[in-house]
């Protein structure tokens, strides 16, 4: 069987440049991680670019635009043989006017947004998913908006759907390796988070949101299959 040997354990962080994913990145060095970040080409000065170089032993990056297949292919080409206790898709954007009904909604708006937070991450999983040995762990960063039972409100409808179909699509992926693996695989809603996509009036800050997430991240580690969690650790419907 096929399993982790790293002496130090080590995430793929993807869209860790700002943010909840930077957040990460830090949280999972503090931990003693070692981390490999993505950003985007041409990105410098990032917070992340900061990271690395106040932890150099810790912290690589590498570049990515998750909506750019043939960039994920070459990030596959390039890790070879790497392997990864964690692979964690960080990624979401939301339209330019989130509070349009679905029928106000263009055709661009849609398109690019379900690209973004929906097709791109699970390319990347699909592509990526051998980097992670068979006890380790495949998450993304989900949101408590993607799900269909708990939509009592609408609002933000389009973002609320891509993250709905980015769910379904996990739960599909897990389905298909559900024969072949004993990998845990982790949704997670990190909850209305102060940050340029959650905006200034998210109810938790930063801090009180993401070593939640790490938290449930690790103790997901070990147990087989897909999970839809929130930064407490609690179960969230789907």
């Known amino acids: 069987m096929q399993t982790s040997i790293n002496p130090v354990p080590t995430i793929l962080l993807v869209g860790a440049s700002r943010g909840l994913g930077h957040a990460m990145a830090v949280e999972f060095v503090k931990r003693g991680w070692r981390v490999m970040g993505t950003v985007r080409a041409g990105s410098h000065g990032t917070r992340l670019h900061d990271l690395a170089a106040a932890h150099p032993d810790q912290v690589d990056i590498e570049t990515l635009d998750i909506t750019r297949p ?89 973002y609320r759907g891509s993250k709905a179909a980015l769910n379904q699509f996990m739960r599909s992926f897990a389905a298909r390796q559900a024969t072949n693996t004993q990998r845990a695989m982790l949704l997670i809603a990190p909850g209305w988070v102060r940050t340029e996509l959650g905006g200034p009036e998210g109810r938790l800050s930063i801090e009180e949101s993401v070593p939640g997430v790490v938290d449930v991240l690790l103790a997901k580690r070990g147990r087989p299959g897909l999970e839809y969690r929130d930064y407490r650790g609690q179960t969230v419907r789907w």
């Open 70 to 158: 043939e960039q994920i292919a070459a990030l596959r080409e390039r890790l070879g043989r790497r392997r990864f206790d964690i692979l964690f898709v960080n990624a979401g954007t939301t339209n330019p006017d989130p509070t349009q009904t679905i029928g106000e909604v263009s055709t661009d708006d849609f398109v690019d947004l379900m690209i973004t937070n929906a097709l791109s991450p699970m390319r990347v999983v699909e592509s990526l998913c051998g980097l992670v040995p068979t006890d380790g762990l495949i998450g993304i960063m989900s949101s408590g908006q993607g799900s269909i039972a708990d939509n009592e409100s609408g609002q933000r409808e389009l």
